[in-house]
């Protein structure tokens, strides 16, 4: 980041590829310092997939407001460049996005190879049972777990910095002798300009979205996402007090009934 910082105080166009949190982020911090931006991702809007399309358009305003240029809906093919510097982004249908400095930020893929003749089972990460265990004396936290969630009857794998801090207590005291499944309410938080989002639970961009507390033109809101009837997530946008508070709806009523 020091690097990329020194770079940005030296250059004048920053293309961020990757229209997901840290994309954004990226685009925003780089804005902030004075910065033309380009974000260019392939969802319509940053963050679609982890907000739902109400939040992610509202971001997009934000972006576009802040003098952010959004190139969505395509991806990525390439890069331009001119004696071994890059000059900028090709996207899939031709177009070229003009950047002195490139930030490349869709996701991470877990760094596996070194156990690929180990033994151990691995697919997306390295697979383990409730306990965070991949074998006998073996555990694994953070991005590269890709452990049974219990509670939700399915593999995840979270990448940020609550969950790996949350799995390691959890792996500790199973190390001990706690024997407790880990199940926690997925967590993420993100800040971009002046929006402070909170995210609990799992929104999905398919879900039934309602505002419980505060207004969406005002951009100070609590939002509540249902699938099937039963509550999957909890978005706080410059709320984050409030969203604590509904996150009890998970607790109590959603998929995620019994974590805590």
Partial sequence: M?????????RSRLVAVGDGVLGAEIAATARGMGVSVTLAGPQPAPLACQLGQPAARLLADLHTERGVKLRLGAAVSGLTERHGRVTGVRLETGDVLPADVVVVAFGAAPATDWLATSGLDLDNGLVCDSRCRATEGVYA??????WHHETLGRSLRLENRTNATEQAIAVAGNILGDDRPYTPIPYFWTDQFDAKIHVHGMPSPDAEVSIAEGSVPERRFVAVYR??????????WNMPKQARRHRQELVATSLLAGSA
Wanted: charged residues 20%.
């Fill in 2 to 10: 020091l690097a990329l910082r020194t770079d940005l105080l030296s």
């Fill in 227 to 236: 699938h099937e009837g039963r509550v999957t997530g909890i978005l706080g």
């Fill in 141 to 146: 936290v953070g991005d590269v777990a890709h």
